[in-house]
């Protein structure tokens, strides 16, 4: 709706608006007064004292919508440099995929419903998550992110470091609870000998590390290897089994069973988010950096 | 140095200085031109093109007693509002800390060298980490962060989300790779139907829940229940063990040990950080959401 | 569009879009490679490499549409806390109204087109105005804008003073070149004896001050006394009249006449925008000072 | 006391501490419970509820050390871009300094106590400052700033416009009341036709204008032109005259005869406030804006 001028951004805002052609509200009218467990629902109406329930408001994943477009344009800004991004599904419930190298990685993420560059895991995760559909539930899963061609020095320390901008807006997806970057929580079990990665020079007499225990990020900022985040995605909370809950109207103890079209796992949905909001953020600091000049954004885009 | 009259704030920002009266430079001078594994030199070298390698410069634990000393500020302005936060190591290498309830965790915490609720856990732990420190090696650990009395609805949603902010600062400090809200990667494995907290009015007619598995946060925002935080403490990188490095100057592989004061786990002083980083964010919330106003601070603290 | 819900407020951003019915961009066709003189279309050429010129794109003052929305809903946050705001035109070319005090300037702002509270000099400000239409030239003039009942320490020292913020929004109103606080430049050839504002216990024990030569601004806090601001507001550029100008295209000197409906004078449009963004500011600071709680802003509103 | 290692910035923040040698605190013990008229001593009283007298606290001019030093950096910055700043009086009372051409502006400001440009103009204001110390009063006056070679494009409209930032800014500095661009007031008496800066391509085909009524900004944003702005300075509302006050402390009113090293204008030392201030304005806009890469002003400094 603005921003955009023959074809290049002209340095005003980009506007669109995205309508929800599909959405019925009458799916939404039982949660009125009954807040939905595993929802943000009730910490609205605490807040706010008032709660859009129609489409889950704000607790809908098609906020993140949003976040997609934006994602999209800082893609476009960071392959100029010839950075890429892929998010992709590494475990759904207790299946977990196995190692694939990033070129087989890429092909095979869009070649199955899952978005798991494990073809064989693929086939199994899908299975648990039509299994759980029938049981009118939902399970969770872990979604992987790479970004590569990252140059060293990105970030900004104390207060703008990559690896906690990057935390802030992965926990902020909706669903999500628990943010990893490199070794992650693995790092906890492991001692310094065992995980630091040891610096060479490599046949060109560039700096590399032949481990990437540290997901590309030290003291904050990039070393130059590739930024690699994992996120913990909750089971949708929206399910159709009869749950405890309370009558906000009554003011009394209540059950809900909750109808319309829910995914019984998120997770394949949310690597497009995941790879999205990596983007934003990397953008950001290419251009904080200095490695971007953003007068000549339209010339490079 | 500025800030506090006569034992108030004053409203002009509070400054003071910790001046390193330890601190022995000569330490460090065999890092000048090679850059420590594990450690954000090379960064610092790449993005600023100098590296001030005294004390560790920027890398280096000691930034953090500024978090401490705003945690402080931050923790008297939460008591006030019946907010108290504590911080306990739960895990050190592969030896984790059985459930205590947070009476004898505040009980326990300060009863041991490494600050864990479990006093059994606690023994195991410390002598890991002296074995550790005996073979010149670190080791990593969690740290869990507890936070109660926080009332519902802090949180701004999109931008500003409780958990979002929570993961940025505690992601910043150094040596953490991984943050989890309540359940965190746990709820990847789980079904909506396992996890999702069930709400219902307890005997004051206020609405609970009786599990806690969002960690006290639900749509970006709190939900009355304690907050939980955990965080994955990597081991301390500097260790006097040999490991491989470029020499800068000569532009060759070279190795180097580590000589100098280094702590082989840092999760028992992470505490202290956790604790003042969760208390900041949560006293910042505070204020944006109107639970308290600044301009009544200095009466109140 | 989003954000009011059932007549209220809900938390969410509110937003909205305002289609510019009658715009003929033809009337721009002939500015596509000349750029306006006393118009920043040069710059943006320079800044972005491109340029939207269809109605004159973020240099029209059809761009603050949006201020004036935000300050509508600000006015009526304000409103709850007794709060008002009005903008009037003190000068018009040489032309200069004399004082009205507040009751009659609200009652006479509206009876005449050019928005001053003297009667006699809107008379002569419109006669003015026209002929300078008649002569495809336009005129600059003075809005003054009045805030009541602000209360005592709005204004964060030292970065977010109220006069500092006041002076950012007010200077960026297009066509806006100078902004004063109280005396303003007058107060350049005073003394401290002669307007410093004296204090004084009134009959309620309330402390004020008979002169308001501070415009209730001192040491970049409001002081309880109107808040008074003074725009200076240049010729609207577009005029008619034969001009020199360069044609990019050809890159070479040329001449232009803009065509198209232009204001001969912008200041009676000019005060709806300053009493908004004026309403915007002291708004904001309201919140941060904590007089009002923004989770109950759906409650008062 | 950090930020400078070897001579060079290193990327943290620059820290440094200025002791006041010559503060006689007894000079201030008479305001403890008598504000000052003319400063802010009572909003500091009545938004926090205290107020450090000493020294005048917030309320004084040498809290703008620090934008000097903070200037002073920023300065060098823009030297390496061949950016250069100065600001001279052009007003004591009703003593106005005539044009003079930037070289012999420069040559004169510092052969004179008054920082003014034209010298027989600062000999009658030095005059006219002594008669007023004499008296115990003080004058105001108005300081202007030039910036020379700063290229077209800084500026980031709706909501960072280089003039508003400049406004901001500069209405911050302890006792300014108006901020001009250009003509500021005078164009509100003028016609387009007659203030318009028209376009030309000059001998090196770059577009000039020959007049700068636009003090070298242009929809928010500089156009290659000088950047120009005057601001209104009050006279030091600390004088010796008696003075009408209340005691807060016995709630009756009551006079004020403040002692005490007072400046009978502060003009003279407001030229490097102002021209600091406008020069951190510039180079964080020359950042902003991409003419600057931060991971590469050490390299430049």
Known sequence: MSGIFEGKTDGTPIAGIVYNTNQKSKDYSNIKNTPRPGHGDLCWMEKYGIYDYNGGGRGSGRTTISHVIGGAIAKKLLKTQGIEIISHVVQIGDIEAKYIDYENLKGNIDKNNVKCGDLEAAKLMEELILSKKEEGDSIGGIVETIAIGVPAGLGEPVFGKLDGDLAQILMSINAVKGVEIGLGFESAKSTASEINDEFHYDENNDIKTRTNNSGGILGGMSNGMPIVSRIAVKPTPSISKVQNTVDLKKGENTTIEISGRHDPCICPRVT?????????????????????????LNKSL
Chains 1, 2, 3, 4 share one sequence.
Not at 274 to 295: C, K, N, Q, W
């Open 272 to 296: 497009a988010v995941a790879e999205s909001v990596t983007a934003i953020v990397l953008a950001d600091h290419m251009i904080r950096g200095g490695f971007i000049h953003p007068t000549n």
